[in-house]
Each structure stands twice: as structure tokens, then as C-alpha cells.
């Protein structure tokens, strides 16, 4: 990795999470509602700096937030420019479907792992609360498998079964469901 003559401005790039001169950012974080601000503001800089190449997302991640991972989805697919998706070491829950939304070519390392599963909540309150808290909840997980159905070799219903329980998948398995283009 070169140092630009500006140290300190690079050195703040990293330390924020973003190198311009690879057009690359990192989420190596559980989601949370605010990654989705954090986010696209590193989408954002690196647009401004490179407004017509593609962007580099580095993936280390066990998940988190299905909402803010959603919201990270359409942020992607509504760019002007494509999304390379990169998982290192791991991508797990949320963090797998958003590497499947890659835009543009998705990959991870050889030794890497991605887990799938079904999205999990605590409910509590009234018994009509948690009966529509359940049912919402089964919208969610339909509509993730639908995704994840639209971007990989295999459809809706093979995700629901896979989903069912923790699915741990190597490199070669993530090929060949579609869920990355290359191994790197």
C-alpha cells in the first residue's frame, strides 16, 4: 500500500475506514442501525473522490440488524456505480446477504466462511403485539430469501429450506449457490 505525500489525510482515511486510491471501504463490524449512515457516507466520499469506478466493499462480519442490513442493500443497488462485495475471513447472517448483493463482482478468500440462517427476534407483549410482530417477521424472512433468490443460482423456496437452520458454507460451496462469482 503507497502513503500519499499528505500523510495525515491518509492516515485519516483509513482510520475512518476508506482508501480512495483503491476505491475501497470496510465493514468489519456487526450492523447496527447506524452502519447504515456510516455507510453511505464512506459510499458518498468515495464517489466524490472517483465518481465513475467502481467501489471495493471489504466484508468482516457476524451480522446484526436485519433493517439496517436492507437498508445497505438498496444504498448498493441504487449507486451509479457498481458494488465489488469482498468477504475476509467471515460473513455471517445479514453480512451474507450482503455480499450476495454485490452489484458488481463478488468474491471472498479461499479460507473464508459465510453462514446463512433465518433471522431471529425476541417478541414480548400482548398476544395480538406478538402475533403481528411474528407475522411481520415472516414477511422479512420471506422477502430475504426472495433477494437472495434474485442474485444467486438458486431460487426462493432452496433459501427458505437452507435457512432453516446455522448453514455454513466454504468458498467453493458460495460458487457454486451464486452467492460469489470468484474465489480470490
Not at 402475533?131 to 417477521?137: E, R
Not at 426472495?146 to 466454504?170: C, H, M, P
Request: charged letters at 20%; glycine letters at 8%; a negative charge.
Amino acid at each position: 500500500m503507497q502513503y500519499r505525500q499528505e500523510s495525515s489525510f491518509y492516515m485519516k482515511e483509513i482510520e475512518w475506514g476508506v482508501n480512495s486510491d483503491t476505491n475501497t471501504t470496510w465493514m468489519n463490524h456487526e450492523f447496527e442501525i447506524d452502519s447504515v449512515y456510516s455507510v453511505q457516507v464512506k459510499f458518498d466520499y468515495l464517489l466524490r473522490c472517483n465518481p465513475n469506478k467502481d467501489i471495493n466493499m471489504n466484508i468482516t462480519s457476524y451480522g446484526g440488524d436485519v433493517y439496517a442490513m436492507l437498508g445497505l442493500v438498496d444504498i448498493i443497488k441504487g449507486l451509479p456505480v457498481k458494488v465489488n462485495t469482498n468477504c475476509v475471513g467471515t460473513c455471517m447472517s445479514a453480512a451474507s446477504v450482503l455480499l450476495a448483493c454485490g452489484t458488481g463482482i463478488r468474491t471472498m478468500s479461499k479460507n473464508s466462511t459465510v453462514m446463512v440462517h433465518e433471522g431471529s427476534a425476541f417478541e414480548a407483549g400482548k398476544t395480538t403485539d406478538v402475533m403481528k410482530g411474528v407475522d411481520h417477521l415472516k414477511d422479512l424472512q420471506k422477502n430475504i430469501n426472495e433477494i437472495l433468490g434474485s442474485v444467486s443460482n438458486k431460487d426462493a423456496k432452496f433459501w427458505e429450506k437452507v435457512q432453516r437452520n446455522d448453514t455454513y458454507l466454504n468458498a467453493e460451496q458460495c460458487l457454486d449457490y451464486g452467492i460469489i462469482d470468484k474465489i480470490a
